[in-house]
């Protein structure tokens, strides 16, 4: 369980990660090529399965500790952590999805949606790796 928690954790950050470090090159660009460059994310909604997998492996690690109050504590951050990732998507990044149809539908408040869409996933960066943090700790007690 140990293990699950850690490797889905940390595949699940995967995606924000990504998102984060691409935002400075992104954040900047012409209305053209941010709607081109968006076209790179089709099919990424996969990789958002991996986030209910990883709750539930924190959920099933913090059960497995639960001996070790610390650890089974770590466990429960990293579910939250990875819970309130999931809460940004849905109140901030669907929302710009839905709008834009995924980034093919060009809205006159396009800017905005792109800060929202930008932001959130970079907060989910910091939410992600904070849980994998708290994964990996609690599975090396």
């Known amino acids: 369980m ?22 400075l090159n992104k954040i900047g660009m012409t209305k053209a090529d941010y709607f081109i460059a968006q076209q790179a994310y089709t099919g990424w909604w ?38 309130l990732n999931l809460v940004i998507f849905m109140v901030f990044t669907q929302p710009a999805n839905a709008a834009t149809e995924n980034w093919t539908v060009q809205p006159e408040n396009w800017e905005s949606l792109r800060a929202q869409w930008e932001y959130s996933h970079a907060v989910n960066a910091a939410v992600t790796w904070l849980a994998f943090c708290c994964a990996t700790l609690a599975s090396l007690r």
């Not at 539930?56 to 466990?75: C, E, K, P, Q």
Request: no cysteine; glycine share 6%; proline share 3%.
């Open 46 to 83: 996969v990789v958002g399965l991996l986030l209910p997998l990883a709750l539930l492996a924190n959920i099933g690690n913090a059960v497995a500790l639960r001996a070790d109050g610390t650890a089974m504590m770590l466990s429960v951050a990293a579910a939250a952590l990875i819970a």
């Open 2 to 23: 140990r293990f699950l928690a850690v490797i889905i954790t940390g595949l699940a950050l995967a995606a924000p990660a990504a998102h984060a470090f691409a935002l």
